[in-house]
């Protein structure tokens, strides 16, 4: 009744674009930021939204997402350059939060009472800082057991996607070895970091209209919501 192969007992989720509508509004912050520090810097090409955003900073740890786009444009500004623009970036993602809130996708907030209903184990595995404030906002904080986000990575030193440590973590937290467990991603790196930890089932979420790229870097399925699973 989920979708999934026979013996996935735990599902682990990502959050952006997964199971809450912040994607845009991450991708919105991204730009702001960016644009206003290529201005400076002589390069008049804004950040790009859709390609630049799911090209090197979707699903990444934040300060990995600003060193690699600004990499692609040739700048390489020291470390605390870095943690300064993604300070930047952060402080303006709450502000969107604050002002337009967080919804919850139906289908997604419907798969994950299904899964509940079906004694899965269920996890949140986000790279974001603001997890759990997103997680609360979006009134969906309680169909979630474990929450992996960038704080517990920090303190654990896990290394970001699409390195599959935050989800190794997540199945470690939930009790479940990794083959028995799903992951769901809209996230290149995501996805990636789903097929290096090789689990069970790697699920790729397409709200941006790449399902073939997400079956390149490693989905065994691609739905456009999760509730097509159901």
């Known amino acids: 009744m989920l979708g999934l192969p026979d013996g996935i007992t735990a599902c682990l989720f ?52 600003v060193r690699d786009f600004l990499a692609s ?3 390489h500004p020291a470390e605390d350059e870095i943690a300064r623009l993604g300070n930047i970036k952060n402080a303006l993602v709450l502000e969107l939060i604050r002002t337009d809130g967080v919804e919850a996708y139906p289908g997604s907030v419907r798969y994950l009472e299904a899964a509940r209903d079906a004694g899965l184990r269920r996890a949140v595995v986000s790279s974001s800082h603001n997890c759990e404030d ?12 474990v929450r992996v986000d960038g704080l517990v990575a920090d303190a654990q030193h896990l ?32 996805v990636e970091a789903g097929r290096a930890g090789d689990f069970g089932q790697v699920v790729g979420v397409d709200r941006v209209g790449q399902r ?12 456009e919501d999760l509730e097509e699973l159901l």
């Open 212 to 223: 073939d790229k997400l079956r390149d870097h490693g989905a065994d399925v691609v739905v």
């Open 14 to 65: 990502d959050l952006d674009g997964v199971l809450t509508k912040t994607a845009t509004v991450h991708a919105r912050a991204w730009k702001q930021m960016f644009d206003a520090y290529l201005r400076e810097h002589g390069d008049e090409r804004p950040f790009d939204e859709h390609d630049d955003y799911d090209t090197y900073v979707d699903g990444k740890p934040r300060d990995a997402g």
């Open 159 to 190: 290394a970001g996607k699409p390195h599959p440590d935050t989800f190794l973590e997540g199945a470690r937290r939930l009790g479940v070895p990794r083959a028995q467990a799903a992951v769901f991603e809209d996230a290149l790196a995501g």
């Open 134 to 145: 997103v997680l609360k906002a979006a009134g969906i904080d309680h169909l979630l057991e």
């Open 73 to 75: 444009r040739g700048l």
